[in-house]
């Protein structure tokens, strides 16, 4: 069963930047396509950006220019380079393979304030 693990959050200001992780078990995200989404309390799960196995990326309007979703597959590592953050920005933010189900991981918690 695929497992996946993201890192990287944390408290950091408007304007400032972070790099969020995916890990894997197994290289179930060298040959998937990987989606980031996030959650803010009271919302739904959204897609913020996605990349195919040729590491072609789409980005949701909230977050084009700003965030750059990439892959390391060496590392069997998806990231999540996140600039210009703004206080909407926060949420949990969570890793998922496109197309397939499996359990959701534990997330990593992103909160932009001053």
């Known amino acids: 069963q695929v497992q996946l693990v993201e890192s990287g959050g944390g408290l950091v200001q408007p304007g400032g930047s972070l790099r969020l992780s995916c890990t894997g078990s197994?290289?179930?995200?060298?040959?998937?396509?990987v989606g980031w989404y996030r959650q803010a309390p009271g919302k739904q799960r959204e897609l913020v950006a996605q990349?195919?196995?040729?590491?072609?990326?789409t980005y949701a309007d909230s977050v084009k220019g700003r965030f750059t979703i990439s892959r390391d597959v060496a590392k069997n590592t998806i990231y999540l380079r996140m600039n210009s953050l703004k206080p909407e920005d926060s949420a949990a933010y969570y890793c998922?393979?496109?197309?397939?189900?499996?359990?959701w991981g534990p997330g990593t918690q992103v909160t932009v304030a001053s």
């Open positions: 998922h393979l496109v197309n397939h189900v499996h359990p």
């Open positions: 197994g290289d179930a995200l060298n040959f998937n396509d």
């Open positions: 990349i195919t196995t040729l590491s072609r990326s």
